[in-house]
């Protein structure tokens, strides 16, 4: 029943026909229809350090679902809803081979509610967030059984969260090497080291790229690590460890929201359950497993001298509340199950809450699916079958609005629209300002597409977009302007 109704949470959007079409789910839109169109492609996002690109491995997940859906965001959500319930299968084995059944069942029951507030909007950091759990059972597999087939497959899943997300997979293999080869070269199986080698398997994509662009990505990830890849002179040294030590603690999302420091105090109660199951020698080689990983990952944050964005941490927090589900086999398991059900109950509280919240977003916001569906939809259903159009967007690259438009002319082949062209009709679509931008739309249309005249009908959304139409003369058509101010994907 609690599974059920997680479900219907993590449904909600794509039951109203909509997405929280945020720029970042835009473009893999706009690359799925690169896949499309290449069929094969080796690097997928762009990261957020400069050079560097995150594998082609959650396009490739997610593709099936854009091609059945002919490149509908709405089927696609479905898919992400299936996906995600999917994977609590061997999540609940995972913790029921880790632990016990009751494990298994409290942990499936809080990531699913977890999942819930995820589904109407994922990307690649979401497929590291799948992988985690399973890359530390296969690691302690491997450290309690000697194993060499949960090496190569631990090693493999490593690979695979690299694919996902650069800046979550390269630190944990660089600390499960760095431990790993420590064992293995003070054991008696030193062949193992070779099941490393597996890690070229996933990495392959990036191989073949930087063999074709003259290690490219290479070279990112020797600035991303470097130490001087910073700016040394007001690195603040006290001030990253204390912020690192701050996230580790209290941005773990047993509750969403945190008003008020929730999240902090059940961590105190998690350190309280986990150093009392240590001392009472349960599951130690679990637990000092995920310290190892989870304050490691943390330490190698510091290498780089930029923030820990959100979508760096929410991966590891299925693989907290893993160890979170253990402690009901704690010899204080009644205060357990307490904080448990306070931490379930306000988070299926605050999933009730985003559902009535949610009215003054779909169809309505910026950055809804079903919102620009719509806007596009009503620029494609003019009476006229023939003119040009161009795009503004404070941000310049606009994925959003520039996916649905591209997927509206695919539902109207019949239509001949030119983007970024002038015709005599021409109409422009205009995304509201960014508060603080000085970069205004007047200026833009004015010196980018060399249109200065007022236009001859606007077509005003509540939320602050319009289209624009203008009829123009052989004139004003043949005035020169920017045939590429639109980047594409090059931003990516």
């Not at 491995?57 to 002919?70: T, V």
């Not at 990531?111 to 950091?125: I, K, Q, R, V, Y």
């Not at 191989?207 to 990830?221: A, E, M, P, S, T």
């Not at 357990?336 to 059900?341: G, N």
């Amino acid at each position: 029943m609690l599974l059920a109704c997680s479900a219907f949470f993590a449904s909600w959007f794509v039951l109203n026909k909509d997405l929280q079409f945020t720029s970042d789910i835009a473009r893999d839109f706009l690359l799925f229809g690169e896949i499309a169109t290449k069929k094969f492609i080796l690097i997928g996002p762009k990261s957020s350090v400069a050079g560097l690109f995150h594998g082609p491995l959650w396009l490739y997940l997610n593709f099936p679902a854009y091609w059945i859906g002919n490149g509908n965001p709405v089927i696609v959500g479905w898919w992400w809803i299936i996906l995600s319930f999917l994977m609590l299968i061997p999540f609940y084995f995972i913790a029921k081979k880790l632990f016990n059944k009751n494990a298994a069942l409290l942990f499936v029951l809080f990531t699913a509610l977890f999942f819930s507030f995820h589904t109407m909007s994922m990307f690649n950091p979401d497929g590291a967030m799948f992988c985690l759990p399973i890359f530390l059972y296969l690691f302690v597999q491997y450290l309690k059984t000697w194993n060499v087939r949960y090496l190569i497959a631990h090693i493999f899943v490593a690979g695979l969260i690299i694919q996902f997300e650069l800046a979550i997979g390269i630190p944990l293999l660089i600390l499960s090497v760095l431990y790993l080869t420590f064992r293995i070269i003070r054991s008696s199986h030193k062949s193992h080291l070779l099941g490393f080698l597996t890690i070229f398997i996933p990495l392959s994509t990036y191989i073949l790229f930087d063999l074709r662009h003259q290690f490219l990505l290479f070279h990112g990830v020797l600035r991303y690590l470097s130490p001087s890849s910073g700016n040394s002179a007001v690195y603040n040294y006290f001030f990253m460890f204390q912020d690192r030590f701050k996230l580790m603690l209290s941005q773990v999302e047993f509750v969403r929201p945190d008003p008020e420091y929730r999240n902090l105090a059940v961590a105190g109660f998690f350190i309280f359950f986990l150093v009392s199951q240590i001392k009472n020698n349960r599951y130690q080689t679990v637990y000092f497993s995920f310290l190892y990983f989870y304050i490691g990952f943390y330490a190698l944050t510091l290498i780089n001298k930029g923030p820990v964005l959100y979508f760096y941490m929410y991966p590891f927090f299925p693989l907290v509340f893993l160890i979170f589900a253990s402690f009901v086999t704690s010899k204080y398991v009644k205060l357990f199950l307490v904080v448990f059900l306070v931490c379930y109950l306000l988070n299926f509280k605050q999933a009730i809450a985003d559902m009535q919240s949610s009215k003054a977003f779909i169809g309505k916001d910026q950055t809804s699916w079903l919102f620009l569906n719509k806007m596009a939809n009503t620029l494609f259903s003019v009476k006229e079958t023939k003119f040009g159009y161009f795009m503004y967007t404070p941000d310049i690259i606009g994925y959003g609005p520039r996916y649905a438009l591209d997927y509206q002319q695919k539902l109207h082949p019949n239509v001949n629209a030119k983007y970024i062209d002038k015709e005599p009709l021409t109409y422009v679509v205009v995304a509201p300002p960014a508060p603080t931008s000085p970069y205004t739309y007047k200026w833009w249309k004015e010196n980018t597409i060399n249109l200065k005249k007022a236009p001859s009908a606007v077509i005003n959304f509540p939320n602050g977009y319009q289209i624009e139409k203008y009829n123009l003369t052989s004139e004003e058509i043949a005035l020169p302007y920017n045939h590429n101010y639109d980047p594409g994907l090059g931003f990516r």
